[in-house]
């Protein structure tokens, strides 16, 4: 006797779990890692800080943004090249963060949905492309914007056989 309120796992498929409407999110490729690899980050960015989360390159992640500066800069970011970056903030308590309340690490990150959301908060979904540094702010207002230098990401030789 099979429980209605449980369904077959056997008979569970990704297309049955997805939507009609539901759009896949694309996951970065070794190809596509190489293609960012050599793209050049602007020299200044558009500055999201996010609280209690780390944007790392390659990674899709939802956003939830409530403060009016951050909804400025998604709006405006995702009405041109969609591209940010993305900065974790050293005290999750802090409603308006500069410079200093900021990690010097962050991500640039594309803008791949934007959804308003019935409490008035708006949630976006990112994609880490490559890591940089903060240089320094040069803008507060609307929202922090900044100088950024690429930071070179080290890996090992791939013929190196501790990896």
């Known amino acids: 006797m099979s429980n209605p309120k449980f369904i ?24 596509d890692e190489e293609k960012i ?14 609280r209690n989360t780390v944007l790392f390159p390659g990674v899709v992640i939802p956003i939830t943004a409530g403060r009016d500066k951050s ?16 900065v974790a903030q050293k005290n999750e308590l802090d409603e308006d963060p ?26 976006v979904v990112i994609q880490g492309k490559k890591r940089f540094e903060l240089s320094e702010i040069v803008e507060e207002l609307p929202y922090l914007k900044a100088k950024v230098t690429e930071f070179k990401e080290l890996r090992p030789q791939a013929k190196d056989s501790e990896f």
């Open 8 to 31: 077959n796992i056997d008979s569970l498929s990704l297309q049955q779990a997805l939507d009609q409407d539901a759009e896949l999110i694309p996951l970065m490729t070794p190809e």
């Open 37 to 50: 690899n050599k793209e050049e980050i602007p020299d200044i960015l558009p500055i999201l800080p996010i």
């Open 71 to 86: 909804i400025k800069l998604i709006k405006d970011a995702n009405r041109g090249n969609k591209t940010i970056g993305v």
């Open 98 to 123: 500069g410079f200093e309340d900021l990690y010097a690490i962050g991500t640039v990150a594309k803008i791949l949905k934007v959804l308003k959301m019935p409490d008035g908060n708006t949630m």
